[in-house]
C-alpha cells in the first residue's frame, strides 16, 4: 500500500516519458481509502497532498476550487477513520491507540514521553534495523550501516537521474520508520509495526549498490559486472535468513496450535453453549471456542481499553460497577497479564508450551470466573460503629478520583493495583489502590464535621494537612495482614479543601480507600 502510494504520487510528479500520467481522481480514492486499512495508510495521503501541493504551483487546475481539494482532499482521509469511531463509540480514539500509543498513555508526562521515545528509536536503529537480539531471524545483522550509507546513495541517485520526487517519497517511508518509536513498545508480534515500511529499506540499499557498481564501471570498463553483482548482494543476505526464519515460523505455528488453538477447542467442547469467555490474547480461542469472548484489553470489546490502559486496578473497580451479569463466566488468559487473581476461580484447563518465543507466555489458563470479592472492601471493616457515611473516594476508581480530583501522579499502570488481603478472622477483601506513593492529594467539599477513614498499608504513621491546616495523626482501628484502616477527625468546612496525606517519615505507602461518615 505506502509502495503503491509513493510511486503514484512519483508518478504524477514525475510522469514516465510514453506514460500517461495516474489520475487525480484515483490518487485522491486511494488517499481516503489507505487510512482506513492499516493507521500507516496516512501516509499515503500525505504524499498524494504534496503532489497535490506541487500541482498547484507547477501545473494549477482551472479553478480554486479544484486546487484547494487537491490538497485538502487527500488530507482529510486520515479523519475518516476518526470519524467513524466517533460515531460508532462516541470517542474519536480506536482501542487499539488507546492502548499502544504513548501519547495516549494517562501516565506519561511531556518528559517521560519523550524519554521512551527517544529509548525506542535507540532500539530501532542500534537493535531492530541492525539484526539485533529481536530481529536476527529476518535481519542481516549490520542491516543499519547499509542504510546510513544508502541515503546518500539515494541522493545521488535521484540528482543524477532528476528523480528528486521520487527520492522524497521514499525518504518519507523510510523516515516513517521511526513512527512505531512513539508506540508503548515496538516488540509485539515479531516487531510488525516496522514491516509496512521495509519496502523504501530496499529502496535504499539497491541505490547504494547502484551507485557503487556505476562508480566502478566508470573508473574501468571490466568493473561493470559490480552493479548487478552488488543488487545481488542484499539478496542473497535476505535469502540467507530463510532457513531459520522459515523454522521459527513452523515452531511458531506449533506453539500456537498447542497451546491457544488447543485451549480454544476445549472450550467448545467444555464449556456451556451461553459461556463468555475473558480472554487477554484473542487469537484462536475466540474463533475456535465458538463462544462470546470479552476481552479485556479492549480490543475487541467496546469500553474496556481505557481500564486496562489505567492498570488492574482501575479495571478491578470497572468490574465492581459492571456486576457479575455483565462479566465473562470463564477466562481463559496469562495470569501474568490478568494481574487480577481475585476473579479467577477454579483452574479447568491449561496448556504450557515451551522453546516459544511467539506466545503471551509459556501458560495459559482457563478459569471458572468468581465475583464473591467484588464489593468486599467497599466499606470499613473496623468494629466501631460509624456514622453515616457522607462521601467516600474509592482510590482506582476513576470517576471516583475525578469527582475528588485525586492527584495520581506519575507512576506507571502497574502501581495501579488489584490488591487482595485477610482480616484477622480469615476472611478475604479485594479493592483497587496505587502503591509507592509518597502523599495523596484530593478535594474535599463543604460539610459539617466528618470522620475520615481511610484504608492503607504503611509502615509508618500517617499525618493529615486540611485547607493547609494540620490535622494531626489517625489512630489505628482495624489491622489486616498487610492494610491497616486509619481514622481522624475533621472539623466542619464552608468551603472546598484540599487534604494531603502523607507519611511523617521518609517511606511510600500504598492507597486503597477514603469514606467520610458523620459525627
Known amino acids: 500500500m505506502l509502495v503503491r502510494g509513493a510511486r503514484l504520487a512519483s508518478e504524477r510528479c514525475e510522469p514516465r516519458a510514453g506514460r500517461r500520467r495516474p489520475s487525480w481522481a484515483g490518487l485522491l480514492a486511494l488517499a481516503m481509502v ?27 487546475p482551472s479553478s480554486l476550487g479544484r486546487r484547494i481539494a487537491l490538497v485538502v482532499g487527500p488530507l482529510a482521509g486520515p479523519l475518516l477513520l476518526p470519524l467513524m469511531h466517533l ?23 511531556g518528559a517521560a ?39 546518500p546513495a539515494l541522493v545521488i541517485a535521484a540528482w543524477r537521474r532528476r528523480r528528486g520526487w521520487r527520492a522524497l517519497f521514499v525518504v518519507l517511508v523510510l523516515a516513517a520508520t521511526l513512527v512505531p518509536c512513539t508506540y508503548s513498545t515496538m516488540l509485539w508480534n515479531r516487531v510488525r509495526y516496522i514491516w509496512p515500511f521495509a519496502p523504501a529499506w530496499f ?69 456451556p453453549p451461553g459461556a463468555v469467555i475473558g480472554v487477554n490474547d484473542t487469537g484462536a480461542i475466540a474463533y475456535l471456542s465458538q463462544k462470546r469472548t470479552f476481552d479485556v484489553v479492549g ?15 482501575s479495571r478491578f473497580e470497572h468490574y465492581e460497577h459492571l456486576g457479575p451479569d455483565r462479566l465473562p463466566s470463564h477466562f481463559i488468559v496469562y495470569p501474568g497479564w490478568m494481574q487480577m487473581p481475585m476473579v479467577l476461580g477454579p483452574r479447568l484447563m491449561e496448556a504450557t508450551v515451551g522453546e516459544q518465543s511467539i506466545l503471551g507466555g509459556d501458560t495459559m489458563v482457563a478459569y471458572q470466573a468468581r465475583y464473591d470479592l467484588l464489593g468486599s472492601g467497599a466499606r470499613p471493616l473496623a468494629s466501631q460503629p460509624f456514622g453515616e457515611l457522607l462521601d467516600e473516594l474509592d482510590v482506582s476508581d476513576l470517576d ?14 502497574r502501581y495501579n493495583v488489584a490488591g487482595l488481603d485477610r482480616t484477622a478472622d480469615g476472611r478475604s477483601v479485594a479493592d483497587g489502590g496505587r502503591l509507592e506513593r509518597r502523599e495523596d492529594r484530593f478535594v474535599l467539599e463543604p460539610s459539617a464535621a466528618v470522620r475520615m477513614v481511610m484504608r492503607v498499608r504503611c509502615e509508618s504513621p500517617l499525618e493529615v494537612w486540611l485547607g493547609g491546616d494540620r490535622m494531626g495523626e489517625p489512630e489505628v482501628v482495624t489491622t489486616m495482614n498487610s492494610w491497616q484502616e486509619r481514622a481522624i477527625d475533621l472539623p466542619k468546612r464552608q468551603q472546598p479543601a484540599v487534604v494531603v496525606v502523607r507519611p511523617t517519615e521518609p517511606v511510600r505507602f500504598a492507597s486503597y480507600h477514603y469514606w467520610w461518615f458523620a459525627q
Open 34 to 60: 489507505a487510512p482506513l486499512i492499516r493507521p500507516e495508510g496516512a501516509l499515503v495521503s500525505l504524499m498524494v497532498a504534496i503532489a497535490g501541493l506541487r500541482a498547484w504551483w507547477r501545473d494549477p
Open 87 to 109: 460515531a460508532l463509540s462516541g470517542q474519536a480514539t480506536s482501542a487499539t491507540a488507546m492502548v499502544k500509543w504513548a501519547p495516549l498513555d494517562p501516565y506519561l508526562d
Open 113 to 151: 514521553l519523550t524519554g521512551l521515545v527517544f529509548d525506542n528509536a535507540k532500539l530501532l536503529l542500534t537493535d531492530l534495523l541492525n539484526g539485533g537480539r529481536w530481529t536476527w531471524l529476518f535481519v542481516p545483522d549490520g542491516f543499519a550501516y547499509l542504510l546510513a550509507a544508502g541515503l
Open 203 to 271: 529502496v535504499v540499499v539497491g541505490c547504494l549498490a547502484s551507485e557503487i557498481g556505476g562508480l566502478a564501471g566508470r573508473l574501468r570498463r571490466g568493473f561493470q559486472i559490480l552493479r548487478p553483482a552488488l543488487l545481488w548482494v542484499p539478496v542473497a543476505l535476505l535469502a540467507a535468513q530463510l532457513p531459520v526464519a522459515i523454522a521459527d515460523l513452523s515452531q511458531s505455528a506449533r506453539a500456537i496450535a498447542l497451546q491457544q488453538v488447543a485451549l480454544g477447542q476445549w472450550a467448545r467442547s467444555e464449556l
Open 299 to 313: 480490543l475487541t470489546t467496546p469500553g474496556q481499553a481505557r481500564y486496562w490502559a489505567e492498570g488492574a486496578g
Open 400 to 413: 471516583a478520583e475525578f469527582a475528588h480530583r485525586y492527584a495520581r501522579g506519575p507512576l506507571p499502570a
